[in-house]
């Protein structure tokens, strides 16, 4: 009998924990489509200001079916998102969970996630085709729900840390944005990260730029409704050649691993900067090592990378497919290819790693 053909013993206890995980990744898997639904008909938000509440309570509040409600809170409540009091057959949100499921301005808000995980099945067939064929997948060709998803997502820990944390971890670009200085945005998608710096800096004029023309149209509706269009403009360009020379400050949030040619990108960017001009990359978080990056949050990156931004680089010219985990030495790769005569880290959250780079 060949060695091949052996079978190999197998560790029971692994097994059973193994089990165990595959039926909690099940769990989870499922029950995001509940988290859409709680959050979608404001039953969180009612837990956390009236709570606690039987079904009979929740569904009067909020306008909904109490036996559908009743089924909900049971599978939350198993789930461990909320608690369940079997005397009064009352359901609490958790003060310590509200910021994740009920609070849109928390910077721990997840809701968005789960949205951005309901677009990843729809969009699953063609990504599976995508392993066989090599070609990319380009963001525009995504569910369209993708988009909003994703800017509610970012859009919590924008709020939280682009002003207050980010920008001043710069070497004197608070400062010139308060003076009043020329900003690009580029990859701004939805315009978020824009119209956030144009309200803080109103001496500053800022000009966002992405190449999906549905995104530019958003965030130009969205400067409107921000009173900031006086200030703001969006236009549709890629990152290798959006308009403009002379810009104090260029921003990329969160899109500089999603391009196809990255290195292009810094480059035009570099040469579109003035002589004193500052780049701010903010990139997702991540280790150099694939050792350092085994856990919860890589797990999410990881998969998103997957599923979004490796397809999105590959789908264009150069397709260098960075990936969303590609860690500080692949980024200053990047750079030093591009001539930057500086780069550094700047700060960090969790989530995020923040760069400087000068021309």
């Known amino acids: 009998m060949s060695s091949a053909s052996v079978s190999p013993q197998i560790d029971e206890a692994a097994q059973q924990a193994f089990i165990g995980t595959m039926l909690g990744d099940v769990g989870a898997t499922l029950t995001g489509a509940l988290v859409l639904i709680g959050d979608r008909l ?103 729900r993708l988009f909003s998803a994703t800017e509610r997502f970012f859009r919590p820990g924008y709020n939280a840390n682009i002003v207050a944390n980010w920008i001043p971890a710069l070497d004197g670009v608070d400062a010139k944005l308060r003076a009043g200085a020329k900003v690009a945005d580029v990859g701004c998608g939805l315009g978020t990260s824009t119209i956030l710096m144009a309200r803080a800096y109103p001496k500053s004029r800022f000009h966002g730029f992405d190449y999906h023309a549905g995104s530019i149209a958003l965030a130009r509706a969205a400067a409107e409704r921000a009173g900031v269009a006086d200030r703001v403009s969006f236009e549709v360009a890629p990152a290798q050649s959006f308009p403009g020379k002379g810009y104090d400050f260029v921003a990329c949030f969160d899109c500089i691993h999603d391009m196809g040619d990255p290195v292009g990108a810094a480059a035009h960017i570099r040469s579109a900067l003035a002589d004193d001009g500052t780049f701010m990359m903010v990139e997702p978080y991540a280790n150099d090592a694939l050792e350092d990056n085994l856990n919860p949050v890589g797990r999410i990156f990881y998969a998103a990378s997957t599923m979004l931004c490796t397809p999105a680089s590959l789908s264009q010219e150069v397709g260098l497919g960075l990936g969303a985990q590609a860690g500080e030495a692949a980024l200053r790769a990047v750079f030093n290819e591009a001539s930057y005569t500086r780069f550094r880290r700047a700060t960090e959250t969790p989530f995020n790693l923040v760069f400087e780079a000068r021309p």
């Open 42 to 144: 404001g039953l969180y938000k009612a837990l956390a200001e009236q709570g606690p509440l039987t079904s009979a309570q929740l569904a009067e509040k909020t306008g909904t079916h109490e036996r559908y409600v009743r089924e909900w809170l049971s599978n939350q409540a198993a789930s461990g998102y909320l608690t369940y009091d079997p005397a009064t057959k009352a359901f609490t949100l958790p003060p310590e969970h509200a910021p994740m499921l009920a609070d849109d301005s928390s910077p721990f808000m997840m809701c968005g996630l789960f949205e951005i995980g309901q677009t990843l099945y729809v969009d699953e067939p063609q990504i599976t085709e995508a392993f066989k064929t090599g070609k990319g997948f380009g963001w525009h060709e995504h569910d369209r």
